[in-house]
């Protein structure tokens, strides 16, 4: 049973800080990448960032020079640096994860189950 579990979501006021961190568990073999996604209210859920092959990076226009993904192989983690916060920022952040585990043949993805973001002041 593979599970993302994600944490460090909060208030933050507008050009402040937040670190997200999401923690891959269960029998995992392979991690092809990692990321982040959000849902502000009434919107649809966009990309924000990912990561794969531990190094490999993409960002969201509107957070690029703001955000700073990486992730930590041995410890299935991926984490989420936010400087600069805006209140175009809130929103619901979901971790994403595509995976090969026990069972399994293919690549599956898997969704956490969120941790909210407010920017405000």
């Known amino acids: 049973q593979v599970q993302l579990v994600e944490s460090g979501g909060g208030m933050a006021q507008p050009g402040g800080s937040l670190k997200l961190s999401c923690i891959a568990s269960?029998?995992?073999?392979?991690?092809?990448?990692m990321g982040w996604y959000r849902q502000a209210p009434g919107q649809q859920r966009e990309l924000v960032a990912t990561?794969?092959?531990?190094?490999?990076?993409n960002y969201a226009d509107s957070v690029k020079g703001r955000f700073t993904i990486s992730r930590d192989i041995a410890k299935k983690t991926v984490y989420l640096q936010m400087n600069s916060l805006k209140p175009d920022d809130t929103g619901v952040y979901y971790c994403?994860?595509?995976?090969?585990?026990?069972?399994?043949?293919?690549?599956?993805?898997?969704w956490g189950q969120g941790t909210q973001v407010t920017v405000s002041t």
């Open positions: 994403n994860a595509e995976l090969k585990s026990r069972g399994y043949r293919d690549w599956n993805t898997y």
């Open positions: 990561v794969i092959s531990g190094s490999t990076t």
């Open positions: 269960g029998m995992i073999f392979s991690i092809n990448s």
